[in-house]
């Protein structure tokens, strides 16, 4: 197992006990009539939520940054047209997601959008800027960048509004 997913399993486990202390504190707050353990138990919660959000948001951010290869000397801005649309289905909806045809040193490569539309945007034959990294092999969709990016940070808006609420909470139980 390498360490990345050992780390991650790590931290989901720590937040998984203490959500569960978390819980048997706000039940017993409740069986034994304890307003204060019920208030702490679900500022509590608010505090889990919020680390867990803010850091989706961080670790969303950070990959999306890594991802675009700011550092990566050998990249190079193609375009893509669009010659099909990939159809997913999510709860009995359809999602399109653009397949991109481009040439690589007249090689042609084809890679599939990762954000998907209903209905369908744009139409096949359309042009699409590309970033192709030499380093790694990979292509991005460089608009779709933008549609993670804000994404992430939303998530790290809420987040840091949750945290912020809790902290006012706790500091209110102790005054």
């Not at 040193?105 to 599939?112: F, H, K, L, Q, Y």
């Not at 933008?146 to 945290?163: D, E, P, R, T």
């Amino acid at each position: 197992m390498n360490d990345k997913n050992h780390n991650i399993k790590i931290i989901f486990g720590i937040f998984a006990v203490v959500t569960f202390s978390i819980i048997i504190i706000v039940s017993l707050g409740i069986m034994l009539e304890k307003p204060a353990w019920i208030s702490w138990g679900w500022t509590a919660v608010v505090y889990v939520m919020a680390i867990i959000i803010l850091l989706v948001g961080l670790v969303g951010i950070n990959h999306s940054r890594k991802s675009r290869g700011k550092n990566d000397s050998r990249k190079e801005v193609v375009f893509g047209t669009i010659v099909d649309y990939e159809k997913k289905s999510y709860s009995r909806r359809v999602y399109y997601y653009p397949v991109y045809e481009y040439y690589i040193n007249g090689i042609r490569e084809t890679i599939v959008s990762t954000v998907g539309t209903r209905p369908a945007r744009g139409s096949i034959g359309d042009k699409a800027q590309l970033m192709y990294n030499y380093d790694t092999g990979k292509t991005v969709c460089l608009g779709e960048e933008n549609v993670h990016s804000k994404m992430y940070i939303v998530f790290v808006v809420i987040g840091v509004a949750l945290l912020a609420w809790a902290i006012y909470r706790s500091v209110g139980m102790f005054l």
